[in-house]
């Protein structure tokens, strides 16, 4: 069994609505709140009541901050998350957010990374959503998280650069090779934060095979719209009843690309939801030495990963092959040990032995704060899990 969380988002996305869903899903507001509490932000929290949307029951998430910063610097923003108390996978992926939202920011603008200002994004209440929704699903424990086709209006957004298409600009070029549908209706259905949060975290589609939902919930935009203006978050748990997935591989030969191109490469596979992605050494025709690119991924994503290999390699084509493939059932529990706390993952194997891998950054980080061997920030963890046990 895998756990997932499956946002769909019919009348679109933004920052709070996701927060909501999340709340709404399981992720307590306590919980939240203690997160909210490390950022150096001035009586920052969040509250949640129930609003209807066309007749539907959807939860409303309220941000609450005395001090609002109307302009914030990406590298500002950084350095706040990374100078924080945040648990690493939380600060890192929040970080991962922001960076990717300047990107898309700073090429529409035609400007460098650091000359990007953020407007309302960079308010105190988006750094609340962004940091709010990481921490919900790193509390939630989804292996996966996918989203839907986004809704895309027509018309005008006003913004503080004036009047522009609908979708704005960054956000059109955040949702790019993701499934869009037009939807009639002249409003801003998704926003940059919500864009930059799902399209970051999540990979297109849904879950495949079969699958089981533990808890549904609804995010509640600010505004009524013709259609009820929710997202739609489904946390659960997929089940192939015999164990194997079907899953597809994307292939292709490289005799002319740099290590650079290559690595580039990987990290932007990853990030658009490889499962593998690995090299293997090659001589091709010639006697030319090269590279064969191996990408192991889900159909849903298969379309997006051969678009990323095509743009960012050399290559002329891509190979698609479907496979099956059999996982262990793993799952991620946080220990104590003497160095602090971590997240460790475990697999039971066929024989019912348990498989435990210490999660690398948290212990990483944990061993240069405690100016001591990554062994032995492995070995502490191993110790404290088979206490627990």
Not at 84 to 107: D, G, I, N, T
Not at 127 to 145: K, R
Not at 245 to 255: T, Y
Request: glycine content about 8%.
């Amino acid at each position: 069994m895998t756990q997932f969380l499956y946002f769909e988002p019919h009348a679109g996305a933004s920052g709070d609505m996701i927060l909501a869903a999340l709340l709404g899903s399981g992720y307590p507001l306590k919980e939240l709140n203690k997160v909210l509490s490390s950022l150096p932000l001035e009586e920052a929290s969040v509250s949640l009541k129930t609003v209807t949307r066309s007749g539907l029951a959807a939860f409303r998430a309220e941000v609450e901050v005395k001090a609002h910063s109307s302009h914030r610097g990406f590298s500002q923003i950084q350095e706040m998350l990374e100078s924080s108390s945040l648990a690493p996978r939380v600060m890192e992926k929040s970080v991962r957010v922001f960076r990717r939202l300047a990107q898309a920011e700073a090429e529409v603008h035609g400007i460098g990374l650091d000359e990007v200002h953020f407007h309302e994004v960079g308010a105190d209440d988006a750094i609340i959503d962004i940091v709010g929704c990481v921490a919900g699903m790193e509390y939630l424990g989804a292996e996966t998280v996918y989203c839907g086709a986004f809704p895309v209006g027509e018309g005008v957004v006003h913004c503080e650069h004036g009047a522009l298409p609908n979708p704005a600009p960054a956000t059109l070029k955040l949702l790019q090779g993701w499934p869009l549908r037009s939807v009639d209706c002249k409003k801003e259905l998704i926003t940059p934060t919500g864009a930059a949060l799902l399209t970051t975290l999540a990979r297109p589609g849904r879950p495949e095979g079969e699958f089981l939902i533990r808890q549904t919930a609804l995010g509640a935009g600010k505004r009524d719209l013709p259609f009820p203006n929710v997202l739609r978050c489904s946390f659960g748990e997929t089940s192939d009843g015999n164990g194997w997935e079907r899953l597809v591989v994307l292939e292709c030969h490289l005799d002319d690309c740099s290590g650079e191109l290559l690595g580039y490469t990987m990290e932007r596979l990853y990030e658009a939801g490889a499962l593998e992605v690995s090299y293997s050494p090659v001589t091709m025709k010639k006697s030319r030495p090269g590279h064969v690119l191996f990408c192991l991924c889900r159909d849903a994503t298969s379309r997006t990963l051969s678009r990323i290999i095509l743009q960012e390699t050399t290559t002329l084509g891509v190979r698609r092959s479907e496979v099956e493939r059999k996982a262990l059932e793993r799952s991620m529990v946080t220990v104590e040990t003497e160095f602090g706390e971590l997240q460790v993952k475990t697999a039971r194997d066929p024989f019912g032995r348990t498989r435990v891998s210490p999660e690398f950054e948290q212990a990483r980080a944990l061993a240069a704060a405690s100016k001591v061997s990554l062994q032995e920030v492995y070995q502490a963890a191993r110790r404290a899990f088979q206490d627990d046990a």
